[in-house]
């Protein structure tokens, strides 16, 4: 397989691949081996993903935090280029008894921060933070001094948000740069085609990273179900996930997905997809059918 191609990450002017690899299903319930994790890292590195995403809460509970960030720092370590592989990562979850429960208190943020750089290999900038979701508790604007900190002390290059809404990010906005919103999208979730968000970024070139573009593990099996989708997808010798980037890419040049991977098979399927293109046509059809899920 041809390696991915590049392509520049908003405003940071920075090259990455034009797919990223979420990965989430390499710490959570469910999860593979350790060392099976790392060859799917090892062959991400092999195929040219260099944007990988993770968040300090990618783990099974609390008392192994930042399992997922220690696990990629393994891989760069053992098989990839720190200079060339971009991770970003979040942090504003915690995870008691495995339950997802937001924090946003800025004393914490400072303080996950601190850890994600140390999991991270301790001796670079991590590429991008992301607050990970707005905490109810706290304002945005008190949250997020955590991260301007942390960028103006080395920690941290660039800061984007997750889950957040126009005027959320606006709000951000005013204490630190964002470069990058990530929300979820895919065909069952379209919601960012609607609250301006996936506009916003465009305007004002944020990268948006849709977040479990397959519809998550929950879901991602019900997209071959689909029979338009199945249709285009066999007519082009395609898979339907390798169709669902394509159509969610040709939504707007700022959409970078994150499929989500935790095997060799699924991970080389979904970034094989890379150069798959549908007619206008063929993007409406897929409209239509997504519109009723
Ligand atoms: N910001 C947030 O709040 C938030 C929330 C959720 C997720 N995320 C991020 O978004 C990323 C992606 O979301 P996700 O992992 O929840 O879900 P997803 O990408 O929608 O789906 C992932 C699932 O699809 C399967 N899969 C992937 N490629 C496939 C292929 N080509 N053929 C068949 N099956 C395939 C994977 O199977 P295998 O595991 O068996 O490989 C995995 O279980 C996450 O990893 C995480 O980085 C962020």
Not at 87 to 97: D, N, W, Y
Not at 112 to 137: N, V
Not at 255 to 284: K, R, Y
Request: proline share 6%.
């Amino acid at each position: 397989m041809k390696k991915l191609p590049t392509r520049i990450f908003g405003k940071t002017g920075k090259s990455v691949s034009v797919l990223g690899l979420g990965a989430m299903p390499m710490s959570v319930d469910g999860r593979p081996s350790e060392e099976d994790c790392l060859q799917v890292l090892k062959c991400a590195f092999e195929l040219g993903v260099t944007f990988i995403d993770t968040a300090d809460a990618y783990c099974l509970n609390e008392h192994e935090k930042h399992h997922n960030e220690r696990l990629i720092e393994i891989a760069i370590e053992r098989y990839g280029n720190p200079k060339t592989v971009f991770v970003a990562t979040k942090g504003g979850l915690m995870r008691p008894e495995g339950r997802w429960e937001t924090n946003g208190d800025p004393k914490h943020l400072e303080k996950t921060i601190g850890e994600s750089y140390q999991a991270l290999g301790g001796q670079r900038p991590i590429f991008l933070w992301q607050f990970h979701s707005p905490d109810p508790k706290f304002p945005i604007k008190e949250s997020l001094k955590a991260a301007r900190d942390a960028v103006e002390k080395g920690l941290v290059l660039y800061v984007g948000v997750s889950n957040f809404s126009v005027k959320q990010i606006e709000e951000a906005r005013e204490v630190v740069d964002i470069v990058s919103v990530q929300n979820q999208y895919s065909p069952f979730h379209r919601q960012p085609e609607n609250d301006g968000v996936l506009d916003y970024c465009e305007k004002e070139n944020l990268v948006f990273l849709p977040w479990s573009p397959y519809g998550g593990w929950y879901r991602y099996e019900k997209l071959r179900q689909l029979s338009t989708l199945d249709r285009i997808a066999s007519k082009h010798d395609r898979s339907v996930y390798q169709a669902v980037l394509a159509w969610l890419r040709q939504k707007s040049p700022c959409v970078l997905p994150i499929p989500g991977a935790s095997q060799l098979e699924t991970l080389e399927n979904s970034m094989a997809g890379f150069d798959f293109v549908l007619s206008d046509e063929e993007c409406e059809k897929l409209d239509q059918e997504f519109s009723v899920l």
